[in-house]
């Protein structure tokens, strides 16, 4: 860290403290004995995603973006929505600042945040991404969505803990639960 007023290498730090999403450092330089503020984000050098295989890879905003934006085609969406949505989680995906995160968490945070803004863009997501195993779970999630209507809250203030759980719920709306009757899924894909 170069002195920003003499642009000595060395300084000495007086004071720490942590903030938001940092650590904000009170320098004085130990040449001119200038006082200088750094600010030092907590981010992981690099992010990987934990696939459903396990397989580790690096986060990749390109493809998170893809997948959003393909579930958007078309629909009436004010400009530059997609990126933000991206942005955000993104964002969030670092301020958490963990070194890995399950794709299955991702997901959700897509989720989350289309089924507050467009249910068709929700479903297409969704279809995709949860692998709906046939049509009748599918048109579930179609009825509650429609049934729900109005009552989807704007985004919740926290992640599920338990993201599937929470599509039961979802899926099962006011019904009654029939955990016996899960659909079949095809299996070693
Ligand atoms: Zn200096």
Redesign the pocket.
Known sequence: MN??????SD?KVIDSREVNDGIRRRRQ??????RFTTYERLQPASLFVIKKDERREEFNRNKLLTGIRKACEKRPLPTGIVDKLADDIEAELYRQGKAEVPSAAIGDMVMERLRSLDHIAYIRFASVYREFADITTLKQEVDTLLGAGAEISPLPGQLPLLPTEELAGVIKGGRASRRGGRAKTRSGT
């Open positions: 002195c920003p007023y003499c642009d000595y300084c330089c130990l040449s001119c004995g200038s």
